[in-house]
């Protein structure tokens, strides 16, 4: 079995790796936007109570975060397994996570923390281009496009999104650091935490999570 948490920071590349793995294990990719999309276009109960936050701009409390992750993995797809990207993100909700695993009748086999050195961070994300036409994605030192500024894809304008910029970096960080720290010792103190190395290429880093999987 195959139930598995992702952490690390912004920028590790998470989003990256969960699709792979889920491909590669058969299991499904659940991301907390994911669930809030599914939970709303479903109109479940929960999903209908934070469509009632979202739509005003609010934060979706704990109790409907929660609600909603419960309903996601009661659904026959995550019989085999599932990957969990985004959830939880504090202890309170890893609490919360026990709870409803031990309802569902499974468990945790691991919590996988793919950890990238702070300024190499900065880098990558600092670094990334969006074209403003087409969406495609560039990096002005790993994926430059051929012309600066100016798509491959399409010719239209690269920028650089408000939530790439440094100052907005160091804040995400800093708030990933604060939320996040406790809940590294939380499953590491219950011997699920795994450490990979994330300053390292794409494949490799997928290499390195499949191999600690496989122990």
Request: contains cysteine.
């Amino acid at each position: 079995m195959n139930n598995i948490i992702l952490l690390g920071p912004p920028g590790a590349g998470k989003g990256t790796q969960a699709v792979v793995l889920a491909a590669k294990l058969d299991i499904p990719h659940i991301s907390t936007g994911d669930m809030f999309r599914k939970a709303v276009k479903d109109q479940t109960p929960m999903g209908l109570e934070a469509k009632r936050y979202m739509d005003s701009g609010a934060l979706v409390p704990d109790e409907v975060t929660i609600g909603i992750v419960r309903d996601r993995l009661a659904l026959e797809d995550c019989a085999k397994g599932f990957l969990l990207d985004g959830f939880p993100r504090t202890v309170y909700q890893a609490e919360a996570l026990e709870g409803i695993l031990e309802e569902l009748g499974k468990a945790l086999d691991s919590v996988l923390c793919i950890d990238v050195d702070a300024n190499a961070l900065i880098d990558r994300i600092t670094g990334r281009r969006t074209c403003k036409d087409c969406g495609a994605l560039y990096h002005i030192s790993y994926s430059p496009s051929k012309k600066p500024d100016v798509c491959d894809a399409c010719g239209g304008p690269l920028y650089q999104r408000d939530d790439d910029k440094e100052e907005t970096v160091r804040r995400r960080l800093e708030v990933y650091s604060q939320q996040t720290s406790p809940l590294i010792s939380f499953y590491r103190d219950k011997g699920l935490l795994v450490d990979i190395d994330g300053d390292q290429g794409k494949d490799q880093v997928t290499a390195a999570i499949l191999e600690a999987l496989e122990q």
